[in-house]
């Protein structure tokens, strides 16, 4: 009874996700003529802007980035050399750092992994050929570049940066064009995991690029301002692109970033005349086209929705409470894992992140295992473990490479 109840458990996840986090696109409120930020909430329906905050954060909008951790409701966004901190619930300023980079270095692209409660970026230095993946201590400020050597000879700005937490892949483009290529890179290692040319054709463009976690995905824009562009997604480990709209879904798109609500199945992106355009992401049908309509004397900027592409998973649950601790290193890991329990068990299942099972092990009562994960996609996978008196469930990541748990147990 207690193995279905966990499977059950933890097969719903998305849908307790949903209901403990709001299922809102936020942005930023910028005063035209002069500085100034309120962190605000677009309707996608309507396209109305409306402020979260009470209270001005005197403050300049720029183009290096934004996220938002759903789990502590914090609003991230870079204005040129300070990370703000926005509480989503009151909207205000609580926290405003300076960033500390290596000299003629701009951290950009700033995404937040909820397997890990990490904010990472791209770390570029001032000629725009020096390209690392790097992350960002949001309390101190300070960038750790994990990068040993460059990734990449450039970094397209105009279409963004995505993560697929579960194989643990940081993406972004390079802006050679014609010869676009989309850059997969290691978090734990830095190195990169996949370098593939955009297949597109000359003059087009591809993104901006948002990953939809409930699909493994990765999806943006094709085409160009003359032809026009289409909804489509890409093949990470190939590149080639396969378009999902039968008709254009727009034409000029402002230098804004996309976001996806995996709930209503949109792909949303700010077109030049200012419309919020949601792209159902597997008709390619436009859904919504309304014409935004700022905060007065504000432009609308930065805008993501409150993801739930997070860790939220359960760590205890029992029938007696007990007091125990398990532990499973190395975590991350690529070929084995070893659990120790402070509690004997004799049965454990493995899951992937959907709730599918991967593995089942019965054995003698033990507190301490070895399991063969070399086999294992690289991802989040779940162990449950049981005993006759209580189950518990935890998370462990499997990694690309050898190498990156090299470099990850090096750290």
């Not at 026009?228 to 590149?239: C, D, H, P, S």
């Not at 200012?274 to 309304?290: A, F, R």
């Not at 409470?321 to 070929?335: K, M, Q, R, S």
């Not at 989040?380 to 490479?401: D, E, G, L, P, R």
Request: net charge neutral.
């Amino acid at each position: 009874m207690k193995k279905i109840l966990f499977t059950l458990l933890i097969s719903l996840l998305s849908l307790n996700a949903r209901s403990q986090i709001d299922s809102i696109t936020y942005g930023i409120s910028s005063q035209n003529s002069s500085p100034g930020l309120y962190l605000s909430k677009i309707n996608v329906q309507t396209g109305n802007v409306s402020n979260v905050s009470l209270n001005i954060a005197n403050f300049s909008a720029s183009g290096f980035g934004r996220t938002v951790d759903p789990n502590r409701k914090i609003f991230y966004y870079i204005s040129d050399s300070l990370l703000l901190c926005f509480n989503l619930n009151s909207g205000e300023l609580i926290k405003s750092t300076t960033i500390i980079n290596y000299p003629g270095f701009t951290f950009n692209g700033i995404t937040y992994n909820g397997w890990d409660t990490t904010l990472y970026g791209i770390d570029v230095d001032a000629t725009g050929q020096l390209v690392k993946l790097a992350k960002v201590n949001p309390n101190s400020g300070l960038v750790t570049v994990i990068s040993p050597i460059s990734v990449a000879s450039s970094y397209s700005g105009l279409t963004g940066t995505t993560l697929d937490p579960f194989q643990g892949i940081f993406y972004f483009e390079t802006s050679n064009n014609p010869s676009n290529h989309l850059i997969g890179v290691s978090i734990y290692s830095g190195i990169i995991v996949s370098d593939v040319a955009i297949g597109i054709a000359t003059g087009n463009r591809f993104g901006p690029i948002s990953f939809n976690c409930h699909d493994s995905t990765l999806y943006g824009l094709m085409g160009n301002l003359i032809e026009g562009r289409k909804l489509a997604k890409i093949n990470t480990l190939t590149g080639s692109v396969t378009i999902i709209s039968q008709s254009i879904v727009a034409y000029s798109i402002l230098n804004e970033p996309s976001t996806i609500d995996p709930f209503q199945k949109n792909y949303y992106f700010e077109d030049s005349d200012h419309k919020y355009k949601g792209v159902n992401i597997y008709t390619g049908n436009l859904d919504t086209d309304p014409v935004i309509t700022p905060y007065p004397n504000t432009f609308f900027t930065g805008f993501i929705f409150n993801s739930t592409c997070y860790s939220d998973l359960p760590t205890l649950i029992e029938e007696n409470v007990l007091n125990v601790h398990v532990e499973i290193c190395p975590n991350p890991a690529y070929n084995l894992i070893k659990v120790k329990s402070s509690f004997p068990f004799s049965h454990l299942e493995i899951l992937n992140i959907t709730g599918k099972k991967t593995s089942s092990l019965n054995f003698k009562s033990t507190n301490i295992i070895e399991i063969d994960i070399t086999n294992y996609k690289p991802g989040v996978y779940i162990i449950v473990f049981q005993n006759a008196n209580s189950s518990i469930a935890k998370k462990f990541i499997k990694i690309v490479t050898e190498t990156s748990l090299n470099s990850t147990e090096s750290n």
